[in-house]
């Protein structure tokens, strides 16, 4: 049974892009088969795996106003046993396109059913808001991974966040639940990175991965290059990180289908 994780978090700039890119190169890696699904307009996911997203004839945009299938739309091997899904700038017209549209908050989910048994895990980057296409991944996914920045305000909005996946659990999918929660961008060097992670832990009663992202000037220089961590340094600090999250989500997964 494949798991299909939305990667999620409605404040940008909390590695929720970083951790869908370099989360799924590292169980790719793993011998694990993967299709990465970039359903942010930004389409920072896309062009971290070298693609040129203005370039993109087909992307997740087509596939959603049904101008063509995930089948046509998908590119093959971006990355040893991974496919993507690419998006660009296009997408961000889609909410509107989506209006009056029967059903719209399971077209992802209706478009993929021909596609997703193939692979072991489907990761949805979210665009970083609470809106249509994160509806569309919630419905689409078995789970929300959810990646937290150690700052200061780093458990504003998860409530919010977490009403959203109780909400779409409820009404939309009831498959649906939360993966976890991953920090991210850990400074060793700060007390406050500390008191974040303390903070969060007897604050949420949700599955916190013990693997904790450092902050990593190799993991931030890696996007510009259009590669994940595995190729642009492996052995880095970041990449390390990395694989003992893959290998996490990979324990979590095969504990709870137990």
Known sequence: MERVIAVANQKGGVGKTTTAINLSACLAEAGKKILVIDLDPQGNTTSGFGIAKEEQEKTVYEVLIGECTAEEAILRNVE???DLLPSNVNLSGAEIELIGVDRKEYILRDQLEAVRQRYDFVLIDCPPS????TVNAMTTANSVLVPIQCEYYALEGLSQLIYTINLVKE???PDLEMEGVV?????ARTNLSLQVVENVKSNLRQNIYKTIIPRNVR??????HGMPITQYDPKSAGAESYRLLA???IRYGTEQAE
Request: glycine share 0%; charged share 25%.
């Open 80 to 82: 040893e046993n991974l």
């Open 130 to 133: 609470l809106n249509m296409l």
């Open 171 to 173: 009404r939309l999918n």
């Open 183 to 187: 920090f991210t961008m850990y400074d």
């Open 219 to 224: 993991l931030a220089e890696a996007p510009s």
């Open 247 to 249: 290998e996490e989500v």
